[in-house]
């Protein structure tokens, strides 16, 4: 069973950075399209960036032109690279396939206040 871990969340200022990190086992990077979600309070878990084996990307509008990521099919690592963080990046980010197939990790806070 595939077990996923996603590190690198934290509290930081409006315009800071943070570099998000998942982990996971078994066949998890096997998949074409692997993503990085993101639940605020209150509001429904929403996919923010995905990436193709081959290494296509999509972000939400939202987040164009801030965040960037990446996999390593080699090393089994997708990364999420957030640049310019708003308050409104706030939120518990996960990775998981596109679609999600996989039993959701716990996440990583990432909280944007000053």
């Known amino acids: 069973q595939v077990q996923i871990v996603e590190s690198g969340g934290g509290l930081v200022q409006p315009g800071g950075s943070l570099r998000l990190s998942c982990a996971a086992s078994g066949s998890f990077f096997s998949i074409n399209i692997m993503g990085w979600y993101r639940q605020a309070p209150g509001k429904q878990r929403e996919l923010v960036a995905s990436?193709?084996?081959?290494?296509?990307?999509m972000y939400v509008e939202s987040v164009k032109g801030r965040f960037s990521i990446s996999r390593d099919n080699a090393k089994n690592t997708l990364d999420l690279q957030m640049n310019n963080l708003k308050p409104e990046d706030t939120a518990v980010y996960y990775c998981?396939?596109?679609?999600?197939?996989?039993?959701w990790g716990q996440g990583t806070q990432v909280t944007v206040s000053s």
């Open positions: 990436i193709s084996r081959g290494g296509a990307t």
């Open positions: 998981n396939s596109w679609p999600a197939t996989f039993s």
